[in-house]
């Protein structure tokens, strides 16, 4: 597997940070891959916009930021509008379907949606949405081995919260493979 | 000697430079540490803010950073390796003291995660623009040594050199990180602490009658003494000889200053570090440091493409630089071309050893991101021609 760029982007508090961190865990130190995370600094991080930026290699990472995400995704319509535009010609959108009006601006690259806010409702905790997108992109992408992402989830969630992380995160793969 | 255990958190990790330099501190024996908090240098304060206190160590956050800067002074001088940690403008206030460590030879480490400049610049941005502040920035002629990492994984490991060197040379040593380093989370991987060699204080075998502060031993550099042990020691920013009391003349001045700057000078091949690779056969040279050093991989990359040798020359250890490898060089190859995160400053010194025998190109960038890996490309397509 040759360099993949992922970006990450929702409001802060979506847990848009915790999702790039538990992606790279899982490449590198699960899944015998190469990965370097940037978390986007800056006044516009603050209280809107957040990203994380994430390079996974099998080669040594050099040039370390993201400039053109094969796979973006989106957690809400800011980080769509904002970061669409960057996605490559073949990438993939992955999105939170209530949050996010998908538009022509996404063109002929593929697209799938998951209404992910509304699966961790039902889990009883909206805060794990993120988790749920996480299962998604498992499912969808094939990137990275489902053990290391449970692993990585595992080990970078508060202590106690693990199996409710765990059950969304199940829960967005089961909706990435049925749909 | 090894690494005390109870600072080593053994294992694979997924962090950023900010952390693992803090890491590399307390693997280091560092149980001390004063700062003032200050982007984007502040993850590495709040790690160390919850770790030192659990292994018997103390941080402070201070008033300011000229207090940080001489909080640590004193704490070495009372036993402890210490570390400060900042950005430009605290860097800018630490001058002073940053004088008085050199001064006095005291062994401590500052911490520099570069930010774009001048003033307050570009806080969450990265520079590589302190890079002559740290060798000159104080008044008066010393010596100092500074190191550049360029990943998460180096941070560690060069903390702990940092550490190392500033016991062995007892001289004030510089992590010379930048923002983009400092905020990328890769894996760090550290060793167990039997596998961690790290270099205590070193201290005299003489009785307190016959002991002089500031007698250097073969390598120029003098023994310290544990405080509260029956000697005497007297430290003051004012020239001084052997036995420490100021003296106010020309001849102390020499003697001293000379001393500090060859304590250095003549190390200076054995403090060196730095990775070269396709030297052989070489038309153009890359020197790169930092993370400018992986930005300008891709650039050579696209260069070699094109089909022109290009070897690299990558600075680890930056200060003392390593002009006798750059003058060697410069008789071989056609030109040196030197990206770097600011107007031009480690270019000046790869041009001074370059001497005219090898022109030497400077790919400026003003900070706020890493260079695009064409421009270098490109300069290193024209240096060629």
């Known amino acids: 597997m040759s360099r993949t760029e992922v970006k990450i982007g929702g409001f802060g508090g979506q847990g848009v940070i915790l999702t790039g961190l538990v992606l790279g865990k899982a490449a590198a130190l699960y899944g015998g891959l190469n990965a370097t995370m940037i978390q986007s600094f800056g006044p516009e991080a603050r209280g809107s916009a957040c990203s994380s930026q994430l390079v996974i290699s099998d080669q040594e990472i050099l040039y370390p930021y993201v400039r053109q995400p094969n796979i973006l995704v989106a957690i809400n319509q800011e980080a769509y509008t904002k970061f669409v535009p960057e996605l490559a010609p073949d990438g993939l959108l992955l999105f939170e379907e209530d949050l996010v009006h998908v538009d022509e601006r996404v063109g002929h690259r593929r697209a799938r949606g998951i209404p992910a806010t509304r699966i961790a409702e039902e889990l009883g905790n909206r805060i794990v949405v993120n988790m749920v997108m996480l299962g998604f992109f498992s499912a969808t992408t094939g990137l990275l081995r489902e053990e290391a992402v449970r692993e990585a989830v595992r080990v970078s969630v508060p202590r106690g919260t693990e199996e409710l992380n765990l059950e969304a995160y199940g829960r967005g793969v089961e909706y990435g493979i049925r749909n | ?279 052989e056969g070489a038309d153009v040279v890359v020197v790169s440091y930092g993370i400018t050093s992986r930005v300008a991989m891709e650039g050579i990359r696209l260069a070699r493409e094109n089909g022109i040798k290009v070897g690299i020359l990558r600075l680890v250890v930056v200060w003392p630089f390593p002009g006798w490898r750059i003058a060697e060089l410069s008789g071989q190859i056609k030109a040196f071309v030197v990206p770097e995160l600011n107007m031009g400053q480690m270019v000046l010194e790869v041009e001074r050893y370059a001497a005219g025998r090898a022109k030497t190109h400077c790919v400026p960038h003003a900070g706020g991101t890493v260079h695009d890996p064409k421009e270098i490309a490109t300069v290193i397509e024209e240096a060629v021609k």
Request: proline letters at 7%; charged letters at 20%.
């Open chain 2, 1 to 279: 000697m090894k690494a005390d255990p109870a600072g080593v958190l053994t294992g694979a990790h997924f962090i950023d430079g900010d952390h693992a330099c803090c890491e590399g501190a307390l693997a280091a024996g560092c149980r001390f540490s004063a700062g003032y908090p200050i982007t984007p240098s502040t993850e590495v304060v709040e790690r160390i803010a919850a770790r030192f206190p659990h292994v018997g160590g103390m941080f402070i956050q201070m008033e300011d950073e000229l207090a940080a800067s001489i909080a640590i002074l004193g704490a070495a001088w009372g036993g402890a390796k210490v570390l400060t940690v900042t950005s430009g403008p605290g860097f800018s206030l630490m001058m002073e003291h940053i004088g008085f460590a050199a001064m006095t030879e005291t062994p401590c480490v500052f911490v520099d995660v570069q930010r774009a400049g001048p003033s307050t610049g570009l806080p969450t941005l990265p520079a590589q623009a302190d890079m002559m502040q740290v060798r000159w920035g104080s008044h008066g002629d010393y010596g100092i040594i500074a190191l550049s990492p360029n990943s998460p994984q180096e941070c560690f490991n060069l903390t702990i050199e940092a550490f190392n060197l500033a016991e062995t040379y007892r001289v004030p040593t510089f992590l010379m990180m930048d923002e983009s380093v400092g905020h990328m989370t890769e894996r760090v991987v550290i060793p167990a602490a039997d596998e961690i060699e790290v270099v205590p204080r070193r201290y005299t075998s003489k009785p307190s009658g016959e002991y002089l502060p500031y007698e250097p031993e073969e390598d120029l550099v003098p023994a310290m003494v544990p405080v509260g042990r029956g000697y005497n020691v007297h430290v003051t920013g004012l020239t001084h000889d052997e036995r420490g009391y100021p003296v106010m003349n020309a001849a102390a001045q020499d003697r001293l200053i000379r001393r500090l700057v060859d304590k250095i000078r003549k190390n200076a091949r054995r403090i060196a570090r730095y990775e070269e690779s396709r030297i």
